[in-house]
């Protein structure tokens, strides 16, 4: 294949395959795509899967991700001044590289007016079926419609060449193969003759049967196969979607509003329920004589029309009610107001459409219309898999017998009185088990709000299922049962899958079968319940470990008092098993402690796999209150758009480089503005109208995170990137505190060691939740940073928010005053400003991009070993835990900007030698102006610093 076809990035191939895949599914459910096939004579629907034909809708770009849609844009498919491409009025068929005939790599559309085609992205490919490649002859035709015609008609090897431009770049992949060049129009044909003058050509007939015998024989075209284009009668259910699609404009407008009226049934909120409409008189008038041939003699006009829909939302039925109020059926058995099914559990039925408007104008909005015994028989699926579980037959007393039963047999109830509790229709005992032994609601035993899983129990069956927000109702579901497990993800809401599970999970369990498939109703139900709870911060409940005890209170206070708070802290994290880093800890702990901030402080720990990074923020989120954590193991895109509330919380991701870039964008979001929106579309569950909401996520939020590898350049200027220490020394540290922390008798109970500081640092953050201060920096104006860099603008925001989270930390040893509002404020002091700058200030020196992080790493090295002259070797010996090639590409960095020289003779080792340069990058680029001149701050090498006094 030529290089030169395309050369598409990721995100464009992402992009392309994505939109395949929506328009390949839009087909089946698109009536005037399929008709514009059938019309042009293309009826058989192998052939539109062969050439994967497709076609848009208009939201198919709702959700999309910012990155998807530059991509989309880069490939021409957005919208501008006219209408956008990927749904506007005709068929869309992919182009392949034919080698790769499985990512596209571009889109032909064939618009309905006039049957004209054209690429809407960038042309390159061809339009092609899947088995192209197994051919050795190729038969290229200039117009979609052509193509598809030919493969209809038995031709081997059809691809669709749009333009003549497209070829030179596949001439690589067309050598060895013979090639037909076909078109309707000679003149057409020139065109790509001129770029391959070799290949056999046709001129074909419109209608291929009456091409010339020289013609269909090298097509290889035998004259019965070919059936000759015809026009196909209107189905039906097309021209009934038309008709509901029309009385309801007519109903818009005003007509039949007198009908309505005089029936009783002029309530708004029915009919936008209901999705009625007014079929006049004179309707025939405007349907072509095709039409109205399939159309019922029953079908009159003058009445008012109830459509029936499908799973789709497709009109596929309907109910006429003319004047004397006589209700005619037309149409296949549909649901009518799924709407009203898929928002209430329990349900009142009523016969007559004259009933239910009445129930609608009392208010009584979960009124459901089913007209007869036949129509409650083919939706009572459809109506438990909308979330009905209850009704009560309020209506038609001469079929309510037909309508229990067709109801009952799919799981639902009846009840007496509606606000009565939702039972099963499955078969129960008096006791209310089922199959003798089992309950018939699984019982809720635990809800892991971190890990989003919930278990529940029925008998000696266990029931494990994820509750992500952002699952939907495709779950996964773990059936249990004395050993025996059976595990599967599939729709829960959609009848005919549960079914098929539960026939498999009854296979591998040993329980019955009927037990499961009545089980998973109910935990759809629960699950349900679940996530509207999340959803709805006021309805959580509390957290069963916030209370605290009067000595909890005094205890967590009498620390907070103490000076030395910081050294104190680093104890308790070094009993907990974290061992050295003490410049980690601290800092670590003022994150923490920053998310009760404004502005939080972020930090992500960075070191080789087996460094201790999970032990270091495991630590962090134990001495945090759980109910300020929310610990992050994967995440989807919309993960952060559907959480509940983020507000002043500690969010720990396990490992940052399984983010994906969606996620990646969501967090920075939530780091710089504190907040994250969203604005989708839904259907509103009554009226099944589309409207647009917007969904807000509060913040602000502290990240803790890990990662073995460099990150999102954006995502970690948000954040302190933190070495980890990977010394032997630090090893053997970590070595000695494993075997320690195993060999200790109080290390395990309620009140142990570990018990006892988790409980005392919960109860310390917790005083500080509750004092809701807020603090000012009063000598913020005589902070002087360096500004040489755009970066420095983020780093003295995070220097800022370290100094008012440790401030807050040490609030009962710092001044305090009332503002304008009466509120109480922390004055923050010099000694804040001190530890900050201690902690921080080598990695502000690092701000500027200009090293690497293995060049500073390696800088630090040398420093610390005062190499003035040095081989590789010698670096190599101070760090063993080092490879060769990490110590390499750090002085390549240090050459890079001259503060390692380097020179070797023939057949020498070569010799490094540090330059005097290296003191303007360790130099202290932070201090404060005269008042009681602050002395120069902190060696940028030495992160292991434990604040003393204020200087200055």
């Known amino acids: 294949m030529n290089s030169d076809i395309l050369k598409l990035q990721s995100e464009h191939l992402r992009a392309l395959a994505w939109t395949l895949d929506r328009c390949r599914q839009n087909l089946p459910g698109n009536s005037v795509a399929q008709e514009f096939l059938r019309k042009n004579g293309l009826a058989d629907e192998a052939v539109w899967a062969a050439f994967r034909v497709g076609v848009g809708d208009k939201d198919m770009l709702q959700g999309v991700s910012p990155e998807g849609r530059a991509?989309?844009?880069?490939?021409?498919?957005?919208?501008?001044?006219?209408?956008?491409?990927?749904?506007?009025?005709?068929?869309?068929?992919?182009?392949?590289?034919?080698?790769?005939?499985?990512?596209?790599?571009?889109?032909?559309?064939?618009?309905?007016?006039?049957?004209?085609?054209?690429?809407?992205?960038?042309?390159?490919?061809?339009?092609?079926?899947?088995?192209?490649?197994?051919?050795?002859?190729?038969?290229?035709?200039?117009?979609?419609?052509?193509?598809?015609?030919?493969?209809?008609?038995?031709?081997?090897?059809?691809?669709?060449?749009?333009?003549?431009?497209?070829?030179?770049?596949?001439?690589?992949?067309?050598?060895?193969?013979?090639?037909?060049?076909?078109?309707?129009?000679?003149?057409?044909?020139?065109?790509?003759?001129?770029?391959?003058?070799?290949?056999?050509?046709?001129?074909?007939?419109?209608?291929?049967?009456?091409?010339?015998?020289?013609?269909?024989?090298?097509?290889?075209?035998?004259?019965?196969?070919?059936?000759?284009?015809?026009?196909?009668?209107?189905?039906?259910?097309?021209?009934?979607?038309?008709?509901?699609?029309?009385?309801?404009?007519?109903?818009?407008?005003?007509?039949?509003?007198?009908?309505?009226?005089?029936?009783?049934?002029?309530?708004?909120?029915?009919?936008?329920?209901?999705?009625?409409?007014?079929?006049?008189?004179?309707?025939?008038?405007?349907?072509?004589?095709?039409?109205?041939?399939?159309?019922?003699?029953?079908?009159?006009?003058?009445?008012?029309?109830?459509?029936?829909?499908?799973?789709?939302?497709?009109?596929?039925?309907?109910?006429?009610?003319?004047?004397?109020?006589?209700?005619?059926?037309?149409?296949?058995?549909?649901?009518?107001?799924?709407?009203?099914?898929?928002?209430?559990?329990?349900?009142?039925?009523?016969?007559?459409?004259?009933?239910?408007?009445?129930?609608?104008?009392?208010?009584?909005?979960?009124?459901?219309?089913?007209?007869?015994?036949?129509?409650?028989?083919?939706?009572?699926?459809?109506?438990?898999?909308?979330?009905?579980?209850?009704?009560?037959?309020?209506?038609?007393?001469?079929?309510?017998?037909?309508?229990?039963?067709?109801?009952?047999?799919?799981?639902?109830?009846?009840?007496?009185?509606?606000?009565?509790?939702?039972?099963?229709?499955?078969?129960?005992?008096?006791?209310?088990?089922?199959?003798?032994?089992?309950?018939?609601?699984?019982?809720?035993?635990?809800?892991?709000?971190?890990?989003?899983?919930?278990?529940?129990?029925?008998?000696?069956?266990?029931?494990?299922?994820?509750?992500?927000?952002?699952?939907?109702?495709?779950?996964?579901?773990?059936?249990?049962?004395?050993?025996?497990?059976?595990?599967?993800?599939?729709?829960?809401?959609?009848?005919?899958?549960?079914?098929?599970?539960?026939?498999?999970?009854?296979?591998?369990?040993?329980?019955?079968?009927?037990?499961?498939?009545?089980?998973?109703?109910?935990?759809?139900?629960?699950?349900?319940?679940?996530?509207?709870?999340?959803?709805?911060?006021?309805?959580?409940?509390?957290?069963?470990?916030?209370?605290?005890?009067?000595?909890?209170?005094?205890?967590?206070?009498?620390?907070?008092?103490?000076p030395n708070l910081l050294d104190l802290i680093a104890e308790d994290m070094e009993a907990l098993g974290w061992t050295g880093e003490d410049a980690n800890k601290r800092l670590l702990y003022l994150c923490s402690v920053s998310r009760l901030l404004t502005m939080p402080v972020s930090a992500a720990l960075r070191g080789p796999a087996s460094a201790g990074k999970s032990c270091s923020l495991e630590t962090v989120c134990a001495l945090t209150p759980p109910e300020d954590v929310v610990h992050i193991s994967r995440a989807s895109a919309a993960a952060f758009h559907l959480h509940p509330d983020l507000r002043h919380k500690l969010v720990l991701i396990d490992e940052a480089d399984a983010l994906s870039q969606e996620v990646v964008v969501a967090l920075r979001v939530l780091q710089s503005r504190g907040a994250l929106s969203q604005s989708v579309v839904e259907r509103d569950a009554l009226t099944g109208k589309s409207v647009a909401r917007i969904g807000e996520t509060k913040g602000p939020i502290s990240v803790l995170t890990s990662t073995t590898q460099e990150m999102d350049a954006e995502f970690i200027s948000r954040c302190y990137d933190l070495p980890v220490d990977t010394s032997p020394e630090q090893t053997q540290r970590i070595l000695q505190s494993q075997r320690r922390v195993r060999a200790d008798i109080d290390q395990q109970g309620t009140e142990s060691r570990r018990a006892v500081i988790i409980r005392r640092h919960h109860a310390v953050q917790r005083v500080l939740t509750a004092a809701k201060r807020v603090v000012v920096i009063p000598f913020s104006d005589r902070i002087e940073f360096p500004s040489s860099a755009v970066q420095y603008r983020r780093e003295q925001q995070k220097l800022l928010s370290l100094v008012e989270a440790s401030a807050l930390l040490h609030s009962f040893n710092r001044l305090k005053e009332k503002n304008r509002s009466g509120d109480e404020v922390i004055i923050a002091d010099l000694r804040d400003f001190e530890i900050a700058v201690q902690l921080v200030s080598g990695l502000i020196c690092r701000a500027n991009d200009e090293l690497s992080a293995n060049a500073w790493d390696v800088l630090k090295t040398l420093r610390k070993a005062n190499l003035s002259t040095f081989t590789l070797a010698e670096v190599q010996s101070q760090r063993p835990d080092w490879t060769r090639h990490k110590i390499y590409a750090g002085l390549e960095g240090l050459a890079r900007v001259e503060i390692v020289t380097c020179s070797r003779g023939r057949g020498k080792t070569r010799q490094y030698v540090l330059q005097a340069s290296a003191a303007s990058f360790e130099s202290s680029i932070v201090r404060l102006r005269p008042v009681g001149e602050l002395s120069k701050l902190s060696n940028p090498l030495d992160n292991n610093f434990t604040p003393t006094q204020a200087i200055g």
């Not at 004395?482 to 329980?511: C, I, N, P, Y």
């Open 71 to 562: 991509a989309l844009d880069d490939l021409g498919l957005l919208p501008y001044k006219g209408p956008c491409v990927l749904w506007d009025g005709g068929i869309l068929l992919p182009t392949f590289n034919p080698a790769e005939v499985l990512q596209p790599v571009g889109f032909i559309k064939v618009n309905y007016g006039q049957n004209k085609h054209a690429f809407v992205t960038p042309a390159q490919g061809l339009a092609c079926t899947a088995e192209i490649g197994e051919c050795e002859r190729v038969v290229i035709a200039d117009a979609p419609l052509l193509a598809l015609r030919l493969l209809s008609a038995g031709v081997k090897g059809v691809a669709v060449a749009e333009k003549p431009e497209v070829l030179p770049a596949l001439m690589d992949w067309l050598s060895g193969r013979e090639v037909v060049l076909v078109s309707y129009k000679q003149k057409s044909l020139g065109a790509y003759q001129k770029i391959m003058p070799s290949a056999a050509f046709a001129a074909v007939h419109t209608e291929l049967l009456r091409s010339n015998a020289d013609t269909l024989k090298l097509l290889g075209i035998v004259k019965s196969v070919v059936a000759p284009v015809v026009v196909p009668t209107p189905r039906l259910p097309a021209v009934l979607r038309k008709i509901v699609e029309y009385s309801a404009e007519q109903l818009a407008s005003g007509n039949g509003l007198e009908l309505l009226t005089r029936c009783g049934a002029d309530c708004k909120a029915f009919v936008d329920a209901y999705r009625l409409g007014y079929l006049p008189s004179e309707f025939q008038t405007v349907l072509p004589q095709d039409a109205k041939s399939v159309l019922p003699e029953s079908l009159r006009g003058d009445c008012i029309i109830v459509p029936a829909l499908d799973e789709d939302g497709i009109a596929v039925g309907a109910l006429t009610v003319d004047r004397n109020g006589k209700q005619t059926w037309i149409g296949e058995k549909g649901l009518i107001a799924p709407g009203v099914a898929s928002a209430f559990k329990e349900v009142k039925i009523a016969q007559s459409w004259q009933s239910v408007g009445a129930l609608f104008g009392a208010g009584e909005q979960n009124a459901l219309l089913i007209p007869s015994i036949e129509n409650a028989q083919a939706v009572a699926g459809r109506l438990l898999d909308s979330g009905v579980r209850a009704y009560r037959i309020v209506h038609g007393v001469e079929i309510a017998e037909g309508i229990r039963i067709a109801l009952n047999s799919a799981g639902m109830s009846e009840q007496i009185e509606l606000p009565a509790p939702v039972g099963t229709g499955s078969p129960v005992d008096v006791e209310g088990t089922m199959a003798g032994q089992y309950p018939a609601k699984p019982e809720l035993v635990n809800h892991d709000v971190r890990n989003m899983r919930a278990k529940f129990r029925a008998g000696d069956a266990r029931y494990e299922i994820e509750t992500a927000l952002d699952c939907g109702s495709k779950l996964e579901l773990r059936v249990e049962r004395e050993g025996l497990v059976h595990l599967d993800r599939f729709d829960m809401s959609k009848a005919a899958q549960r079914k098929r599970f539960s026939e498999s999970a009854a296979l591998k369990t040993k329980t019955p079968f009927e037990v499961i498939e009545a089980h998973l109703i109910h935990l759809l139900d629960a699950v349900r319940g679940l996530q509207e709870e999340l959803l709805n911060p006021a309805a959580r409940k509390a957290h069963t470990g916030v209370g605290m005890s009067e000595k909890d209170i005094a205890e967590a206070r009498e620390l907070l008092k103490q």
